[in-house]
């Protein structure tokens, strides 16, 4: 069993930053990329930013340049610091991890989200 937790949400005035945190737990055999996304309205969760295991990383248009995402592997940590905050930023992101747990084959395992919303 995979247990993912994301934490760092709020309130944030316009430019503003935040940093995201998603912590996975359980029996991970090995783990492979980690992205964040983002659920705009009820549709489909797209992605903001996506970290591999080699540590190459993508980000969606909109948040290059302000976003950025890391990880540390052996706590099995993602984060997403976003930065020059933006009213459209406002959503719920979730955290999402390709995990092996022991399966043999990648699973993407969620959490509950955390919420950013903008103050102003």
């Known amino acids: 069993q995979v247990h993912v937790v994301e934490s760092g949400g709020g309130l944030v005035q316009p430019g503003g930053s935040l940093i995201l945190s998603c912590e996975a737990s359980?029996?991970?055999?090995?783990?492979?990329?980690v992205a964040w996304y983002r659920q705009v309205h009820g549709m489909r969760r797209a992605v903001v930013a996506r970290i591999v295991s080699s540590g190459q990383t993508f980000y969606e248009d909109s948040m290059e340049g302000r976003f950025t995402i890391s990880r540390d592997c052996a706590e099995n940590k993602t984060y997403l610091q976003m930065n020059s905050l933006k009213p459209e930023d406002t959503d719920v992101y979730y955290c999402?991890?390709?995990?092996?747990?022991?399966?043999?084959?990648?699973?993407?395992?969620w959490g509950q989200g955390t919420r950013v919303t903008d103050s102003s």
């Open positions: 359980g029996t991970i055999v090995r783990s492979n990329a």
């Open positions: 999402g991890a390709e995990i092996d747990d022991g399966v043999g084959y990648w699973q993407i395992f």
